[in-house]
């Protein structure tokens, strides 16, 4: 009899060490707690993942008690750690609502990473692909060191976008990698149609397209419809990587929310590209857009120092751009900024798109400002652009202004070769008479031109 009595009250023991759970409470005033996959015994102040030992409770309890408990304030802010480890996100809910202060500090981008989310219909249209991460006006939100992937991009189905935020606010990325289909990071206005305002250093924001959202869906890496968005040595990337979809663009400001929208970017990449099998017949809300930077209904882009590159090498047929202003009242503004465009089989190169007619240009003034001197040579480089905007210095011009020697008069020796400076013209084109859309400041005439 005191055997079976033994038995049993040890098989009770080792039932409580499965099943009971440890139920201290956190410091109600706590400045800093943590998320880890397995709490330490003792540390009251944390949360972890590991539903066999959880410490205070779940990741969603965890925000239960972030918001509901603490409250964090401007007055008294709180820091949560988080341990190396992949982390989901609760799929029913906000992360943050009308609340905020709070600093997110993971243990490197390859370490800390947040999956999952997506339940939520967090856009005010009614049909946004789903975020991890879903932000409603919240204020003073910090993040750093982690990466945020959408379940699309392991090969699940629930969330698609990498971050969307909505409403006024205000937040700070650092040192973080955004991982997305259809979009990475994507803000939209609330109630109010207030701003929020984002600010962005050593980041990567990557998008591409989905095929979980079905066809016509594009990518775009980095989409404001209602922000002041600053960027800093980041690199904001953009792919189509399934068939029947469009508008693939790096960064893109809609003013259409909010006219006073604006995304700036400073020492960056700007990166768009597709690999081989996707296809270019999607719908295409902004005229088949594919490039690097897009304003449209009032918003603007800027960007000083770093690189916009677009390459659909694999693609035939589509028309790449570096500088798309999409509708009237736009504006795009990018000195120091260099342009590299390689298009696919029978598409054409527009490094400044959207800009109307020369004389739309002369009579409304320009919406981009974006001089660009392409690398010398002997041939201008067979590109759209605006008025003005693209300069080229063609180095095998005889004295007699030819401008196209042949190959004999190049290799003689005895003929100088002049540098030219060729600024871009649309009104010197002429396709029958062989005329490129050329001036030549040294002759002053059009290239080509007898």
Not at 250 to 263: K, R, W
Not at 271 to 287: D, L
Not at 390 to 399: H, K, N, Y
Request: include cysteine; charged fraction near 15%; hydrophobic fraction near 35%.
């Amino acid at each position: 009899m005191e055997q079976k009595l033994l038995t049993i009250f040890l098989l009770f023991i080792v039932s409580l060490s499965f099943t009971n759970k440890v139920t201290a409470a956190p410091d109600s005033d706590a400045s800093r707690i943590s998320l880890k996959i397995k709490c330490d015994t003792g540390n009251n102040n944390c949360f972890d993942t590991d539903s066999s030992t959880t410490q205070n409770g779940s990741f969603s309890e965890m925000l239960d008690w972030i918001w509901d408990t603490r409250a964090p304030s401007e007055q008294s802010p709180l820091a949560i750690d988080i341990d190396p480890g992949t982390y989901a996100v609760p799929s029913h809910r906000p992360f943050c609502d009308q609340q905020g202060h709070i600093t997110l500090n993971g243990a490197g981008e390859e370490n800390t990473v947040f999956v999952g989310g997506g339940a939520v219909n967090s856009g005010p249209h009614g049909n946004e692909p789903l975020p991890v991460l879903f932000f409603k006006n919240c204020g003073n939100i910090v993040v750093k060191d982690l990466t945020v992937r959408s379940d699309v991009r392991i090969g699940g189905g629930n969330s698609v976008g990498g971050v969307h935020w909505n409403g006024a606010g205000s937040s700070t990325w650092s040192n973080v990698r955004i991982e997305g289909a259809t979009y990475g990071w994507y803000d939209t206005c609330g109630s109010g149609a207030s701003l929020g305002t984002h600010y962005w250093f050593d980041a990567r924001l990557d998008s591409v397209t989905s095929a979980t959202q079905g066809a016509n869906i594009g990518s775009v890496a980095y989409y404001s419809r209602c922000g002041d968005n600053w960027l800093y040595s980041s690199e904001i990337r953009a792919r189509q990587d399934v068939g029947n979809g469009f508008d693939t663009v790096g960064a893109l400001a809609n003013g259409n929310e909010n006219s006073n929208t604006s995304i700036r970017i400073f020492g960056s990449a700007v990166r768009v590209g597709s690999v081989s099998g996707a296809s270019n017949s999607g719908f295409s809300q902004y005229a088949n857009a594919f490039g690097g930077l897009l304003a449209a209904y009032g918003a603007s882009v800027h960007m000083h120092g770093g690189i916009v590159s677009v390459n659909s090498q694999v693609l035939s047929d589509v028309d790449i751009f570096g500088a798309y202003v999409f509708s009237t009242g736009n504006t795009i503004h990018t000195p120091g900024t260099a342009f590299a465009l390689v298009p696919g089989s029978s598409g054409s190169v527009m490094r400044i798109r959207g800009e109307g007619t020369p004389l739309a240009q002369l009579i409304l003034g320009p919406n981009v400002q974006s001089p660009f001197l392409w690398s010398r040579g002997i041939n201008p480089p067979e590109i759209q652009s605006a008025q003005g905007a693209d300069l080229f210095i063609e180095i095998d011009c005889l004295d007699d202004g030819n401008c196209d020697p042949t190959s004999t008069q190049v290799l003689d020796s005895t003929l100088a070769k002049r540098p030219h400076l060729m600024i871009y013209d649309a009104t010197c084109e002429n396709e029958s008479s062989g005329i490129l859309p050329w001036f030549d400041s040294t002759r002053g005439k059009c290239r080509g031109e007898p």
